[in-house]
């Protein structure tokens, strides 16, 4: 931590903050400053308490340097995580490809699009049992019934199934029948829903928060990993912002932030990102330009009929064709190096 004090700060009033950082058994280096004297807090293992600094005469602020994350850094796993589940990876040497409609709303519907994903080599199909909607009157999701459908789908397919939790309960019922745990973005900072997910048997995806900050979000999977599951997928999905031209705003930046920062293997969902059929193929390809792990897409067999988020659904020509260009641009930049 370092402590600021205010430019006409006398020297007894820095020599009792250095006195009273001592007394907390840790190290006080002031440094004279052309206008003004900090003194940099050395020795803790854990967050120093800035409250006790906080109000002293002559003290302007108190700025924290180490960050609270931990198991999440780079600095503590400095080799990159690979989510395994079954063969497929995410965070190995392919752009992992999650596909599916948003909700499972039919046996007929889930089949006619995951044989398309099938056919397009993705490993992994999503569709959500429980829906997390705005609206209570709107579809909520088939429930056990929809979990069914998608084991059937792992059946006939062999694709792996990624699938929502929106609470405890779900998380049980997601490991009898699903892959992979999605935790939905309304439900990042749900933390009795982190816990439960980090003792599940299964990797979690973690999607970021509406609003979320880069360590909100990392610290959120801190709460999985703190359980004992480092099986952690993260994935963008856009944040909520001023901007009217699309649902949420998609933040690309943040991939080159976390590759600095963190092991984790994180994922783009460029159709909540941007809530528009026609903006998904643009942005698929620049996330994997970005260096991203993988892409979460949502492809209907008929979007004009989709029970949830058909304005942002592919049609299935359109899925095929959008997983073709994002997979060149991203293997061209494997062969050079240039992702990671
Ligand atoms: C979803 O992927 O089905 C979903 C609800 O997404 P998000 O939590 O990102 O809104
Ligand atoms: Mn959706």
């Not at 992992?96 to 992994?124: N, Y």
């Not at 999701?141 to 929502?164: D, F, N, P, S």
């Not at 994997?288 to 979007?303: C, F, K, N, R, S």
Request: charged content about 20%; aromatic content about 4%.
């Amino acid at each position: 931590m370092l402590i600021v004090m205010k430019t006409d700060a006398s020297e007894a009033e820095i020599a009792e903050v250095v006195r009273i950082v001592n007394e907390m058994n840790l190290q006080a280096e002031a440094l004279p400053g052309a206008q003004r004297t900090a003194i940099a807090v050395t020795g803790n293992t854990s967050p120093v308490d800035a409250s006790r600094f906080e109000n002293l005469a002559g003290v302007a602020e108190t700025i924290r340097v180490t960050r609270p994350l931990k198991l999440t850094t780079l600095e503590m796993r400095p080799t990159k995580t690979v989510v395994r589940v079954g063969d497929a990876t995410i965070g190995g040497d392919e752009l992992a490809i999650i596909a599916g409609p948003c909700a499972i709303e039919s046996h007929a519907q889930a089949f006619a699009i995951a044989e398309t994903v099938r056919r397009s080599g993705a490993r992994f199909f999503r569709g959500g049992a429980f829906k997390p909607r705005t609206s209570p009157y709107a579809f909520q999701g088939l429930g056990e019934q929809g979990l069914k459908i998608l084991a059937e789908v792992r059946g006939a397919y062999g694709l792996k199934i990624v699938t929502e939790a929106i609470d405890e309960q779900a998380v049980d019922l997601v490991e009898k029948y699903g892959d992979v745990i999605q935790i939905g973005a309304r439900n990042m900072q749900n933390f009795s829903l982190l816990k439960r997910a980090g003792r599940a048997s299964l990797p979690v995806l973690l999607k970021r928060g509406m609003a979320a900050t880069l360590d909100e979000w990392l610290l959120a999977a801190e709460y999985i990993m703190a359980e004992g599951n480092a099986q952690i997928i993260l994935c963008e999905r856009g944040i909520r912002t001023f901007a009217q031209h699309t649902r949420n705003t998609l933040d690309l930046a943040v991939i080159p932030a976390l590759r600095r920062l963190s092991h984790l293997p994180v994922i783009v969902d460029p159709s909540h990102g941007t809530g528009k059929n026609y903006m998904v193929a643009p942005l698929a390809r620049a996330a994997a330009a970005t260096g991203a792990d993988g892409l979460m897409i949502e492809v209907h067999d008929q979007p004009e009929r989709a029970l949830s988020d058909g304005a942002q659904a592919l049609t299935l020509q359109q899925y095929e064709q959008t997983i073709a260009e994002a997979r060149d641009i991203y293997e061209v930049l494997t062969a050079t190096a240039q992702v990671g």
